[in-house]
């Protein structure tokens, strides 16, 4: 995986420190001390702490709209591989961005104008990825392959699975615990989760 560059650590850090203290009781230099970066360079790329919380807003929104745009990117795959490649994919995704799941929960979701700008900002591609999937199940149900699933009910089954190992993944490893076993044991039985689902014979 590619190494997070001074902006991107800055965005994850922020995202981090708005999550714990809200707007209010986030501190740039603490921000600047998380991404493991000077203040100085933390203010090279933002103003200030409105322009950085606004900027983490748009990122949130930017990785939710590629999230949908990667269930796009398996199009041509057949029915079961494509399922399988979106919860894989979506599951690595978060992990890459852990602070995400929460900060939507808890800073975005529930407050009418960030609510809303999510909204617009990822209508469009989840409506893609909805009817992109839909097609490649529906043609896979009339042979058999697998049962009539509506896509928008699985892709929301997908968030639902994937965002809850990750929020909860304290929960149940130790800061000094087998993380990596852990994420690849519950990636594996998200997929077979998933699998479940859309299975003709259940």
Known sequence: MKEMGSRERLLQAAMEEFLEKGYAGARTTEIARRAATSHSMLHYYFSSKEQLYVQVEAEAVALVRA???????????????????????????????????????????????????????????????????????????????????????????????????????????AADGDWQGYLLARRQENIQLILNRISPNM
């Open 67 to 173: 999230l949908a745009e990667g269930v796009c990117a398996t199009e041509g795959l057949p029915a079961v591989e494509r399922v399988v490649e979106t919860v894989a994919g979506q599951f690595e995704f978060l992990c890459a961005h852990p602070a995400l799941p929460r900060f939507l929960v808890s800073e975005v979701m529930g407050k009418p104008g960030p609510t809303e700008r999510l909204r617009e900002g990822v209508a469009e591609a989840v409506q893609r990825a909805v009817a992109s999937l839909q097609r490649t199940l529906d043609g896979a149900a009339r042979q058999g392959v697998v049962a009539q699933t509506d896509a928008a009910m699985l892709l929301w089954d997908i968030v639902s699975v994937n965002m809850a190992a990750v929020v909860a993944a304290p929960l149940f490893v």
